[in-house]
């Protein structure tokens, strides 16, 4: 703020919506006045308004000026108590000229209670379909013993909506690991019921030419349980005798090296006994014992909310509850993918 002269009509700013007025130091003017009287609010405080000094102003000798003004500033001016003006405001906001003041307490349960009344009104909004997950559920045989998939729509889903260069997954994003884990996920299901080979081979075709993409990834880069989940899909992929499935290389040495450090830091007697993260990735896992798992089903009957994770418990298991999570989801999503 530069200080080297004032106008006529200077202002100094003592908060956002107080202002005092004190009259130019020119020289080419007459000595400051003195303020006598007591500073009053405006009838309605409003953002914009500012408080103005209701004063009467009597002659004052120069000898004088410094002394008087200095007793009014230690005397706040003769003015109102600011602190009794601000406990009036401070128990409500005035929301017009005529309106009573309203208690800021009814205003924020007012607006908590909006906010309640929006949240409860939204549905889920957009999610991106997981191929990944909608292979896994594609998977699941007819619990009635009929031959087909249970869930159908999800195995027409995967046929529809293979992207152009044979992969699926985000089409808009594009993550080597997302894809390769979506694209095996998908080969093995078209596999598994003998449909769209040359859909088949084209996905195999997108996982040899992206495997050397993995080597040097950032673990923040990979979908949830990666390390678990790609090793088992190529084990499947090889019990299945799919064409192409890669042969171990350096990048899947580090994968699998990844997935036996997981594993070890959570030992199988834990991951039985309580929720871990592992409940997410269950389909990569061997040797499991559901009669224990299933105490740790979510109350909607899925494993941490993944519907591959609880796919494959249900064909481990047939447990209703994970069918009737499934069962919701396809229906919910529409279309078979989840």
Not at 90 to 100: A, L, M
Not at 256 to 265: D, E, H, M, V
């Amino acid at each position: 703020m530069q200080m080297s002269s004032l106008s006529t009509n200077a202002v100094l700013k003592v908060s956002p919506t107080i202002l005092f007025k004190f009259p130019s130091f020119s020289s080419s003017i007459k000595p400051p006045q003195h303020f006598i009287g007591s500073c009053l609010s405006s009838d309605r405080l409003q953002n914009t308004s500012s408080t103005q000094c209701n004063a009467s102003s009597t002659p004052l000798t120069s000898e004088g000026a410094s002394k008087t003004f200095t007793e009014n500033i230690k005397s706040g001016f003769k003015a109102r108590n600011w602190n009794d003006s601000l406990k009036e405001k401070i128990g409500g906001i005035e929301t017009g000229k005529d309106d009573p003041v309203v208690p800021i307490s009814r205003l924020i349960k007012e607006h908590i209670e909006s906010i309640k009344s929006m949240l409860g009104s939204m549905d889920d909004g957009e999610i991106t379909i997981s191929a990944y997950d909608t292979a896994w559920v594609a998977l699941v045989e007819d619990m009635n013993g009929n031959d087909g998939p249970q869930f159908p729509s999800s195995l027409e889903w995967i046929s529809s909506n293979q992207l152009p260069d044979g992969s699926w997954g985000d089409k808009y994003i594009f993550s080597a690991h997302d894809r390769l884990l979506s694209t095996l996920a998908c080969v093995i299901a078209l596999k598994f019921w003998n449909v769209h080979p040359h859909k088949s081979e084209k996905g195999m075709e997108f996982v040899r030419q992206n495997l050397g993409k993995l080597e040097g990834g950032k673990a923040e880069h990979m979908p949830i349980g990666f390390e678990v989940a790609f090793p088992s899909l190529l084990e499947i992929a090889r019990k299945l005798e799919i064409v192409g499935v890669p042969e171990d290389s350096p990048v899947l040495q580090e994968i699998y090296a990844r997935r036996s450090l997981k594993l070890t830091r959570i030992p199988k007697e834990i991951m039985h006994s309580m929720p871990t993260t592992l409940l997410h990735s269950l389909e990569g896992m061997p040797g499991l014992d559901w009669e224990k798992l299933l105490k740790l089903q979510c109350n909607d009957g899925s494993f941490l909310f993944s519907p591959s994770s609880t796919a494959f418990a249900l064909m481990q298991t047939k447990d209703h509850n994970c069918l009737t999570y499934l069962t919701k989801a396809v229906q919910k999503f529409g279309g078979g993918g989840m």
